[in-house]
């Protein structure tokens, strides 16, 4: 783990590297994602998005890259902004819950899980026009397991963060 990393290539958005004998990837620039817990009503606020890494559909939390646009935006600014941008949702705060890595093994990529706080529409969501094809649904808390099982029976691939609100219903059929 001594070694400097070396740069195989390098993208627009991504670079390989290889440290040693591990080779990983990661986001160039130095710019680093956020994860929104959200809620409203009683419901989780959830999008759906195409993802080429996956072929097709995904369900998640709401989430940004923060840097991408603003080298001087903050992850509480950011936040608000993707947060806007995807489900038509505002937060009149934004709590932050820590620093994560989702597949440390493979990639470099961290982000920092937030809570959005005080919720209110402004918008309708879906993204940005032309560039993003994002559905925002809005699932009650009771529902959630059901309701991502039924996702997934219809070809729509979970990103691992949303184990975070389906966590209570994982558990309780685990026996843990």
Same mark, same amino acid.
């Given at each position: 783990?001594?070694?400097?990393?070396?740069?195989m290539w390098s993208g627009r958005?991504? #670079?390989a590297c290889r440290k040693g004998r591990w080779e990983y990837a990661g986001r160039t620039n130095g710019i680093r994602a956020v994860v929104i817990l959200a809620e409203h009503?009683?419901?989780w606020v959830l999008v759906e998005q195409p993802r080429a890494a996956v072929g097709g559909r995904c369900l998640e939390l709401p989430a940004g890259l923060v840097g991408d646009h603003d080298d001087?935006?903050?992850i509480e600014e950011t936040a608000i902004r993707e947060l806007e941008e995807e489900t038509g949702f505002t937060a009149?705060?934004? #709590?932050?819950?820590g620093d994560f890595h989702a597949s440390p093994g493979m990639l470099r990529e961290s982000f920092t899980l937030v809570t959005a706080h005080d919720l209110r529409r402004v918008g309708e969501g879906g993204?940005?026009?032309?560039?993003e094809e994002i559905i925002v649904h809005l699932v009650r808390?009771?529902?959630?397991?059901a309701f991502v099982a039924a996702r997934r029976a219809a070809g729509v691939a979970m990103d691992v963060k949303l184990l975070l609100p389906l966590a209570p219903f994982l558990l309780a059929t685990s026996g843990a």
């Open positions: 783990m001594s070694l400097p990393p070396e740069t958005f991504v #670079e009503e009683g419901q001087g935006a903050t009149g705060r934004i #709590e932050r819950l993204g940005v026009a032309g560039e808390k009771p529902d959630l397991a």
